[in-house]
Structures are given as C-alpha cells and as structure tokens.
C-alpha cells in the first residue's frame, strides 16, 4: 500500500500562500537562471522535432568532446580500489598537491599546498568566497556582461555593482571603469577567458587593474579598513586560440597573490563539466575558511575522480595531447561561425562578430535592436530561432543593458555538421531581414 502526500504539499487556501510565505528571504530573491530557461525551452522545441542547432548551453556534449582518458581511467581504478569513504574537507592531499605543482609549472608560482581547496566543482569554492568574505551590504564589482555574479551576490546579500563594459575592450573591466566605484568595494570578479564572451584580458589592462588594486589595499592598511579582493576566476585558461595569452594577476604583480582568489576545474578545460573538481588557490587564511564551510555543506568532489584528476595533473604530456586535439575542435566550430559573420558584415549584413580568443564562446552583434519588427534582444533572439533555428543567448540574460544587440554562441555541444547546416539558414534569415529593412 502507499499513501498519497501530494494532497499535502498544495496551498491551503487561495489568497495566502502559506507555504511561499514561509520561506526565507535567501529563497524567496532567489531567481531563474535566464539562461537555463532559454536552453530548457530550446530543448522541448528540439524534443517536438525541431532542426534546431543549440548554440545555448556552456556544456561539452561527450559525444563530441570526450573528457582525457586519463580521467575515466583513474576514476574507474579508484573505484575498483573501493576508493568510496570521506575524502578530507579540503580535498586529498594528492589533488591539493598536484594542483600547487601544476600552478607552478604553468604559471611559475609557487603556492603552499595550504592555499589550495577543493570542491565540487568551480561553483561551491565560488559561492564559498564569497560566504567568507562578504557581510550583507557589502560591494561587489563584476563587469557586465558576466557569468554568475548577480546570483551569488544576492545569495550573500551583496550589493552587486556591475561595470559597464565596451566591445573594443574585449568587453573586460578598466582601470578607469573600475576607479569610481572601489569606495568600499570588498570584492571585484574577473573572468579569463570569458563566459560569455570568448575574450581574454590584455596583459596592460590586467597590469593596470592590478596596481589599482594594489594602491586601494595600501590606503586601506594604513587607514585599518577591510581589503579589497579579486576573484580571478579562469576556470577556461587552458582554452587559448593562436597567440592570445592566459596570464595571471601575481605574474604580472607578485605582491597579488596577497588579494587573488582563483577558481578553477576540470569542467571547461578537461571537459569534464559533470565529474564535479573544482578548486580554489588563494592566501591560506581565506582556504581555511572555505575549507571550514566545505566542511558543513559537504559541497566535496567525489573520491575517485579527485584521484583521477590528480593522475591527470601529474602528466603534462597526457595534458599537452589532449589539449591539442580539444583546441582543434573547438576552433574548427568558432572559426566556421567567425569566418561567416565576419564575410556578412563585409558585405554590409547588419552584423559584427569577435575573433575567437578563447574558451568556447563567440560574441556576435546583430544590429538590429530598434529597427522596425526589434524592439529588444529578446525579438531577435526569437528571428534566429524561428528563421534560422539557431538557438543563441544575448548579453543581457549575462547582466548587460549596454551592449545591446551581442549574442553569445557557445559550441560544446555542437558538431562541425551541426554549424555547417545551420549556417545557410541563418544567411538567408539575415539577408531576408536587411532586405525587408533596406525596403
Ligand atoms: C566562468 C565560469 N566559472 C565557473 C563555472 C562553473 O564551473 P563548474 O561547472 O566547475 O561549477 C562556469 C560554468 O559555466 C563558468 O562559465
């Protein structure tokens, strides 16, 4: 026999709904991801049939993007070893220490192991800093568009301060854009490469954000004032394109390392968005803290994939091979789309699009917004899907007002067949628009 409990989980009566009202603030400024919902109705239209290329998600599709080898084999190793009880709060000591070797060896800096946690993925060591560093009230800076920000912020209660950013600075904050809100500011998030842009900063604008940083922290010592931190999260940073660059704020400036949080994965560079390791290195007074919050919400990567990552680690030349042909693929899918977009705007084609520089995101700009039929991003995201059935997400579901008209295609989940196919179709959407606005 079972008992039926839907019956009562419904509210009780119409006009007070008891059970919303109770719960907590936290719960209740909870909001939808724009994107998750964009993706979610781009699957049921694909699910009754539609040809739609998904352009949507930040996720690798496995069919097309496998993770290294080295990661199903030492995870499949470690279970058959009964690798199954606690791992420790802050990761094992094997993970922690080939994470310490591999920063040293990629980036030239030398960390204690104290200052390296890891969680299940980038998210919890990323909501973790946050926890510990900022009281409600407090500022964050994060530029617009940007990945995250605004549900963390309001997660902790902070007072999220987006920076308006600029295209022909690959869209990253500046010195200057940053200078008139560090008052109190607690917190500033960069993301290199960038989701959802595909851009990296420049080392001379991560220079100057650096000294900004650097000079506000000097004033504030000598003042008694709480410190300004970065969150430097390069959770894409192996994912490079031709000459472009990752580089990082203590290699520019040593004296950073003082204020740099990094958050870090298997999940973009290895592909491995679902194995769930993550990390965060960062000053050891604020790991044990995170190390401390891990320990009450148990957010711990699985045993046998922090083992397994670690054997990943611990091989540069595994790293190396794999990288090659993942790097391949994706600039294969983003430079089909570049080349495209940028041949339309050559031929004046209401277009503009950025060379890829990283991760697995192009920005694309259909100027369109304002034009007769597009009163926002959300009427030309709809022409695409409906005309083109290319499935994409506009900068403003990333907490950009300002650069209105960009669009970000993500290509993990698709094929080079995928991109080929769809892009005849959205040549003629595009020219079928001009033409209707041209008469
Ligand atoms: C910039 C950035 N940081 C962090 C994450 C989260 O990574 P994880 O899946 O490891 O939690 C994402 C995922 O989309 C991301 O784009």
């Not at 917190?187 to 991560?206: D, F």
């Not at 490079?240 to 704020?249: A, K, S, V, Y």
């Not at 959407?429 to 209707?436: D, F, I, P, S, T």
Request: proline share 7%.
């Amino acid at each position: 026999m079972s008992t039926d409990l839907s019956t009562y989980f419904e509210p009780r009566d119409d006009s007070q709904d008891l059970n919303a009202l109770s719960l907590s603030k936290t719960a209740l400024g909870m909001k939808a991801s724009k994107i998750l919902t964009i993706s979610y109705s781009v699957r049921e239209r694909i699910a009754a049939g539609a040809d739609v290329t998904q352009f949507t998600v930040g996720d690798f599709n496995p069919k097309h993007f496998p993770v290294p080898d080295l990661l199903k084999e030492g995870a499949r190793e470690a279970l058959a070893n009964d690798q199954t009880n606690y791992p420790p709060a802050d990761g094992l000591l094997e993970l922690r220490s080939a994470i310490r070797d591999h920063y040293e060896r990629s980036f030239g800096l030398n960390y204690p192991v104290s200052s390296v946690v890891v969680g299940s993925g980038a998210r919890p060591v990323l909501f973790a800093a946050y926890q510990c560093l900022i009281n409600e009230g407090e500022k964050v800076l994060a530029p617009a568009p940007g990945w995250n920000n605004d549900n963390f912020s309001q997660l902790v209660g902070a007072q999220l301060v987006s920076i308006p950013s600029r295209p022909e600075d690959g869209f990253m904050p500046t010195a200057s854009s940053l200078r008139p809100h560090l008052e109190g500011a607690r917190l500033l998030v960069i993301c290199s490469p960038m989701n959802p842009t595909g851009t990296l900063i420049r080392r001379q604008q991560l220079v100057e954000i650096c000294d900004l940083i650097v000079e506000e922290n000097a004033r504030r010592e000598e003042a008694g004032e709480r410190l300004l931190y970065l969150i430097y999260d390069h959770v894409y940073w192996m994912l490079t394109f031709g000459d472009h660059e990752h580089i990082t704020p203590p290699q520019v400036r040593p004296e950073m390392a003082r204020y740099t949080l990094f958050s870090d994965a298997v999940s973009k560079c290895f592909s491995g968005t679902g194995l769930r390791v993550g990390w965060m290195v960062a000053p050891p007074h604020i790991v044990a803290k995170v190390k401390a919050l891990m320990t009450h919400m148990g957010a711990w990567a699985p045993r046998p994939e922090q083992l397994a990552t670690a054997g990943l680690l611990n091989d540069p030349s595994a790293i190396e091979s794999f990288l090659e042909t993942f790097l391949n693929k994706l600039q294969t899918r983003l430079n089909l789309l570049h080349d495209a977009f940028a041949t339309w705007r050559d031929e004046g084609l209401p277009v503009d699009v950025i060379a890829p520089e990283g991760a697995m995101y192009l920005s694309v700009k259909f100027d369109l917004i304002g034009r007769p039929g597009f009163p926002n991003a959300e009427s030309v995201r709809l022409m695409l899907l409906e005309e083109a059935d290319c499935a994409v997400i506009p900068f403003d579901c990333f907490g950009d007002q300002v650069n209105l008209g960009w669009f970000r295609f993500s290509v993990g989940a698709v094929g080079v067949e995928d991109v080929e196919k769809c892009l005849p179709k959205l040549e003629r959407a595009l020219r079928a628009v001009h033409a209707k606005l041209q008469g």
